[in-house]
C-alpha cells in the first residue's frame, strides 16, 4: 500500500483449512520457544520474502537488529537479543552450487553453469549452527542451464545451438533434491528441517520480461483456476523425493517436515506487488511501461498464513 496501491481487499482474505481451525501465528509464543536457538531460511528471493515476513510479525513482539548482510544483501542474520534468537536468510537460488551470470535486474549474459553433484557450500557449512531450517528451490530451475557432474558436462536445460544433451529442468531438479535430502537425513546434527513447496506465479498476458501482468483484486475460488504443468512437475518431484528423504530421515532421527504452500498460493492472485513493487510506478509518467512482480507476495498478504502453518508444526513437533 505504501508504494501506491489502491485496493486493500487482499489484506482481508485469510487461507483456511476445511476440517480445523487454524490458530494466528503468535508472536509471543514462538519467540520463547525460539529463546537460545538459531533459524535459517535457505533458498532464493521467495525465501528472502518469508522471512520478511516472519520479522514483521515478530516485531510486534521483538524488533531484532541486523547483525550481517553480504555484500548484495541477499543473506542477511538478525539477533533478537531479549531471547537471544537468530534468524537468517541465507540467498542461494539453487541449494547446490552454480556459475550465475546475470545483472540486478536478472538479465543473463550467458548460460548458468550448475553443478548435480555439490551442494551451495554457502548454507552447508553453516548448517551445523541451525536448530531449525526452512528449505526451498524451484523457479531457478527453469532458467537455461549447462549441467556438470563430476567434473562433466552432461547436457543442459534450453540451450538450442549447443550440441548438447536436452535433460530438462525436471532432471536437475530431482538430482539437487536428493542431494539436500540425503545431505540433511545423513547428517549428525539433527536440526528440525521444514522444506517447502514451490510457489507458483500468476502472471497473465506474458511474463517476467514480456509484459505479463496480474491485476486480479480477490482470490480464486476452489476450482476456478489448475496449477500449470511446469509447476505440477516441480511440485510433483518435491513429494517424490520428500517422502525418499522423510524415510532415510525417520531410521536416523533426523525431524523432516513438509509446508506444502503450493495450493494455498494458487488461489491468492490478488498478493502480489504487480507494479507497485516500485514506490509510486506511474509518479512521473503513467504510460511508461511498469514490469509487473507477479511472483512474490505483498506484506502483509498471503505470505503470512506461511508463518500460521509453520507455527502449527512447531507446536505438534
Given at each position: 500500500m505504501r508504494n501506491g496501491r489502491p485496493d486493500s481487499g487482499y489484506l482481508h482474505w485469510r487461507w483456511s483449512p476445511q476440517d480445523c481451525e487454524l490458530p494466528r501465528f503468535d508472536p509471543?509464543?514462538?519467540?520463547?520457544?525460539?529463546?537460545?536457538?538459531?533459524?535459517?531460511?535457505?533458498?532464493?528471493?521467495?525465501?528472502?520474502?518469508?522471512?520478511?515476513?516472519?520479522l514483521c510479525i515478530l516485531y510486534q513482539v521483538e524488533e531484532a537488529v541486523e547483525v550481517y548482510h553480504d555484500e548484495a544483501y541477499r543473506s542477511k542474520r538478525w539477533h533478537f537479543a531479549t531471547h537471544n534468537f537468530t534468524l537468517s536468510v541465507i540467498w542461494t537460488p539453487f541449494l547446490i552450487e552454480a556459475d550465475v551470470f546475470e545483472d540486478s535486474n536478472g538479465v543473463s549474459s550467458s548460460e548458468i553453469q550448475l553443478h548435480l553433484d555439490k551442494l551451495d557450500v554457502l548454507w552447508m557449512e553453516q548448517y551445523k549452527s541451525f536448530d531449525y531450517a526452512v528449505i526451498a528451490g524451484g523457479k531457478w530451475f527453469l532458467k537455461t542451464a549447462i549441467y556438470h557432474e563430476n567434473g562433466t558436462v552432461l547436457g543442459c536445460h534450453y540451450c538450442p545451438g549447443r550440441n548438447l544433451t536436452e535433460l530438462g529442468f525436471d532432471y536437475a531438479y530431482r538430482k539437487a533434491l536428493r542431494l539436500i535430502f540425503n545431505f540433511v537425513t545423513e547428517s549428525q546434527h539433527r536440526a528440525m528441517v521444514i522444506f517447502r513447496t514451490i510457489t507458483p506465479d500468476?502472471?497473465?498476458?506474458?511474463?517476467?520480461?514480456?509484459?505479463?501482468?496480474?491485476?486480479?483484486?480477490?482470490?480464486?475460488?476452489?476450482?476456478?483456476?489448475?496449477?500449470?504443468?511446469?509447476?505440477?512437475?516441480?511440485?510433483?518431484?518435491?513429494?517424490?523425493?520428500?517422502?525418499?528423504?522423510?524415510?532415510?530421515?525417520?531410521?536416523?532421527?533426523?525431524?523432516?517436515?513438509?509446508?506444502?504452500?503450493?495450493r494455498l498460493a494458487l488461489l491468492r492472485p490478488d498478493g502480489h506487488p504487480g507494479p507497485y513493487r516500485q514506490f509510486q510506478p506511474s509518479a512521473k509518467d503513467k504510460n511508461t511501461p511498469v514490469q509487473n512482480d507477479c511472483l512474490h507476495w505483498c506484506l502483509p498478504g498471503p505470505i503470512d498464513s506461511w508463518n500460521d502453518l509453520m507455527m502449527q508444526m512447531l507446536a505438534a513437533a
Open positions: 509471543r509464543i514462538f519467540l520463547d520457544m525460539m529463546r537460545d536457538k538459531s533459524w535459517a531460511f535457505i533458498g532464493d528471493s521467495i525465501s528472502r520474502n518469508h522471512v520478511q515476513s516472519l500468476h502472471f497473465e498476458n506474458g511474463q517476467w520480461f514480456s509484459g505479463g501482468t496480474c491485476n486480479r483484486t480477490v482470490p480464486f475460488k476452489e476450482g476456478e483456476i489448475e496449477m500449470n504443468d511446469v509447476d505440477r512437475i516441480m511440485r510433483n518431484i518435491e513429494l517424490e523425493e520428500f517422502d525418499r528423504g522423510r524415510g532415510t530421515g525417520s531410521k536416523n532421527g533426523v525431524v523432516l517436515k513438509l509446508l506444502d504452500t503450493t
